[in-house]
């Protein structure tokens, strides 16, 4: 019978180290568990980066949610999800230090190695500086083995000079990753495709003076807009998106966006390019990064 591995072992890190497993960064980033490790559990979550230009492996759907504010956030210039706390020597002697069990194969009898479920990486006014947050559902925090683990987490990076913290979900706005959903896959210019950029930007420019001129759903002003250029029919709604995932368009993301309802631009950068663009909060309840 198959065996859900538990993760990688102490004999067993040269040949994932070998491969690239938690290394890199980007695109070329690898993390170091993938989602066909756990085959049993059915979190089987993968998602496209843009900011990253690679595919992501999560292990939970809140994982996965916060993947969306990263992706979409003005201050995040990359992200890492499962990556590992190495030397492996290091959490061993945190664990045996503090008393605490460290995760362990018990088939294998070897320590496995630990991993953080983000390290964030934030541009500073000299080179860049990281976060670690680790992503637990609340009710996970009132487990006692739990909680030993992310301390080992917190002692880790804590040495390393890092700031860690806990994001459950609430933080994370389920209604605002609803939202951010909605425009999620119209962030790149090629969602556009056939339209050139040249294309957009005329298309644009004249949705956004109808947004701002008329008092009309986003729906109706969208198909005014595809009219008055020939257009096919949704070409306009879906530049909408683009817009406003690209924060071309700036809206207030806590609010509800609905292309049957009005929308309310608190700026662009489209009819105002001497404006800054504004930024999509990592959390709508708490900044978190």
């Known amino acids: 019978m198959f065996r859900r591995r538990s993760g990688i072992t102490l004999s ?3 040949k994932y180290l070998a491969k690239g497993y938690g290394q890199g960064e980007g695109a070329s980033y690898q993390p170091m568990i993938h989602v066909q490790d756990f085959p049993s559990k059915g979190w089987r979550n993968r998602e496209f980066g843009f900011k990253t230009g690679r595919q992501h492996d999560y292990l939970s759907n809140p994982e996965l949610h916060y993947h969306y504010f990263l992706d979409l956030s003005k201050i995040v210039v990359d992200f890492r999800e499962q990556f590992p706390l ?4 290091m959490t061993l002697g945190i ?4 008393g605490i069990r460290h995760p362990f194969d018990r ?12 390290l964030v990486i934030l541009p500073q006014d000299i ?5 670690a947050r680790s992503v637990k559902l609340y009710k996970d925090l009132l487990n006692k083995r739990t909680i030993e683990k992310l301390e080992l987490e917190r ?3 804590q040495a390393q000079g890092i700031q860690w913290a806990i994001v459950t979900e609430h933080e994370i706005d389920l209604a605002l990753v609803k939202r951010m959903k909605w425009v999620y896959k119209f962030l790149p210019v090629s969602s556009l495709a056939p339209l050139s950029e040249g294309d957009i930007r005329q ?3 004249t949705l956004t003076r109808l947004l701002i001129s008329k008092s009309d759903c986003l729906s109706n002003i969208a198909l005014t807009c595809d009219k008055q250029l020939r257009l096919k029919a949704g070409q306009s709604i879906a530049i909408a998106r683009h817009l406003i995932a690209s924060q071309q368009w700036r809206v207030d993301m806590t609010k509800p966006v609905h292309p049957f309802e009005n929308l309310e631009l608190l700026g662009n950068s489209l009819l105002e390019p001497g404006r800054k663009k504004g930024a999509i909060h990592v959390s709508a309840k708490k900044r978190t990064t």
């Open 203 to 205: 298309i644009a420019v």
């Open 86 to 89: 190495l030397p492996l020597e």
């Open 12 to 14: 067993a890190l040269p």
């Open 95 to 98: 664990a045996e230090q503090c």
């Open 155 to 157: 002692r880790f990076w």
């Open 127 to 131: 080179g860049f500086s990281k976060q």
């Open 107 to 118: 088939v294998a009898g070897e320590p496995i190695v630990m991993t953080t479920d983000f």
